[in-house]
């Protein structure tokens, strides 16, 4: 890749979701602002190289989406005065006085989970709109083939526009219905965050930080939803962390060897106070506030020795059964591992072998070969970590199995 090329790819993580969103308040449709703008990267790509990156990228490649609206408005002859003033104001203004709304963004969220659209096309335009997300990584994210991600977005863009779906956060009375699909995509967003499935970065902080602003504008709209504050709560106890996770060359650092008082604790104050909320509804624990409290028996714990292991094997067990998933049930492992030792955990991933459901995943190799090293199984354990690194596509995690593979 290119140095402009990685520079584009770098504009449109950050800028991508701010960008959608101005262009599809302007035009009203979702899926005609998503072309325009990636119509806009492929003019960046031919004229940056000559006349170099703009002060404001952003900027740059929000305008040119613009005239391409209003170039295509005019080509079909069917601008009303609505277009001609907005066309004049266009061209009179300054590129440098782009200024996106911030709501606008959550905006977009909704009207990509609108209740016309599957659960799957909600998560895959969502993250491919909002996060800026490739196909790529967003089939190894959802664990599916890249052609199904590519074919879910297509279709939820032609089913927005065929169902009129308006540029717009519902009324109150129709957010419930919604919910669930927005806290979900944001928290997805955020894990790209926080684990990049690909590239040769860790942590990916743009996104973390745009999915923790989402969660907490959400909170502020919606005060008695239990889910919101407990996923807000979930993200602050994860972002603690994010000052410990990587080395200053990039290198990850697990967490049973990072430096504690590197945590933010000013951001697990905050996550404990979310969490706090939610509870204080009285609503129980939903699968977001079971997450928030095992994150937070990590977020107190002293260190990895003196974790409550046995509450946080409890939690994952009521998460298993709110919310039943392999991963859920790997992250079960892991816990039962440190808390009763590595046999009885080897046999709930042999489990999850045998089924199939993580195939492809370099998660359950990963753990099967940490769970087999702790046994003195070190062939099987160096084998298993090999695997995971050959299917592991993000750079710093591979290498970090690899690490693991050699030391045996």
Sequence with gaps: MSDIARTVDAVWRI???????????????VGLAEDLAQEAIVDALRSWPESGVPQNAGAW???????KAIDGWRRRERLDQRHRLLARDL?????????????????????????????????????????????????RMLL????????????????????????????PNEWGTRLGAVLGVVYLIFTEGYAATTGDRWIRTDLA?????????????????????????????????????????GTPILLADQDRTRWDRAQIGRGSAAL????????????????????????????????????IV???????????????????????????GPANALRIVDRLASDGSLRGSHLLPSVRGELLAQLGRREEARSELLTAAGLAANERESAVLRAKAAAL
Excluded at 118 to 131: K, P
Excluded at 216 to 224: A, D, F, H, Q, S
Excluded at 293 to 304: F, K, M, N, R
Aim: proline share 5%.
């Design 209 to 249: 930080n745009e999915a923790l602003r989402l969660g907490r504008v959400l909170e502020g709209l919606l005060p008695k939803e239990p889910e919101v504050h407990a996923l807000v709560a979930l993200m602050e106890f994860q972002a603690s962390r994010f000052g410990a996770r990587v080395a200053r060359d």
């Design 91 to 139: 061209e009179e203004a300054d590129e440098q006085d782009w200024e996106p709304i911030d709501d606008d963004v959550l905006r977009l969220v909704f009207t990509a989970c609108h209740p016309v659209l599957s659960r799957e096309a909600q998560v895959a335009l969502t993250l491919r709109i909002v996060g800026g997300l490739t196909t790529e990584e967003i089939a």
């Design 144 to 171: 599916v083939p890249v052609a199904t991600v590519q074919q879910r977005i297509v279709r939820a863009k032609k089913t927005l526009g065929a169902a009129k779906v308006p540029f717009e956060a519902p009324d």
């Design 15 to 29: 800028e991508s979701a701010r960008i959608v969103a101005t262009l599809a308040k302007m035009t009203g449709d």
């Design 61 to 67: 490649l929000t305008a040119v989406a613009k005239r």
């Design 276 to 311: 706090q909320r939610a509870d204080a509804l009285g609503r129980g624990r939903g699968s977001y506030g079971l997450q928030a409290a095992i994150a937070e028996c990590h977020a107190v714990a002293p260190s990895v020795a003196e974790t409550d292991w046995e509450r």
């Design 314 to 340: 409890v939690l994952y067990e009521a998460l298993g059964r709110l919310a039943p998933s392999p991963v859920v049930e790997l992250n079960r492992a892991v816990a039962v591992s440190m808390a009763t």
